[in-house]
């Protein structure tokens, strides 16, 4: 099994910046994308950001030039960095891992984060 541990989420004023982490953790062999999607009350879930093995990043619309994501892949670690933040930002953040190769054999697919709570207001 795989678990998928987030961190970072907050409350900020807008115009402010959080930072979030998310680290997989169990029998992993590889991870190949890893990133977030984020879910707003009332609104379907959404992409925001993932992020190949390889460090090559895919972005929602809506957090272009705001928003970076980047990994550790020795730690099978993704973050985020949230720039610029406004009140639309304000939602649940999760994390995502795509396909998880497992020392096992075994391979997990789309896996997910309990999620991290972001809100943004003044």
């Known amino acids: 099994q795989v678990q998928l541990v987030e961190s970072g989420g907050g409350l900020v004023q807008p115009g402010g910046s959080l930072r979030l982490s998310c680290a997989a953790s169990?029998?992993?062999?590889?991870?190949?994308?890893m990133g977030w999607y984020r879910q707003a009350p009332g609104k379907a879930r959404e992409l925001v950001a993932t992020i190949t093995s390889g460090g090559s990043p895919k972005y929602g619309d809506s957090v272009k030039g705001r928003f970076t994501i980047s990994r550790d892949n020795a730690k099978n670690t993704v973050y985020l960095q949230m720039n610029s933040l406004t009140p639309g930002d304000t939602a649940v953040y999760y994390c995502?891992?795509?396909?998880?190769?497992?020392?096992?054999?075994?391979?997990?697919?789309?896996?997910w984060g309990q999620g991290t709570q972001v809100t943004v207001s003044s």
């Open positions: 169990g029998s992993i062999l590889s991870v190949n994308d």
């Open positions: 995502w891992t795509g396909i998880v190769r497992l020392t096992t054999g075994g391979i997990q697919y789309n896996g």
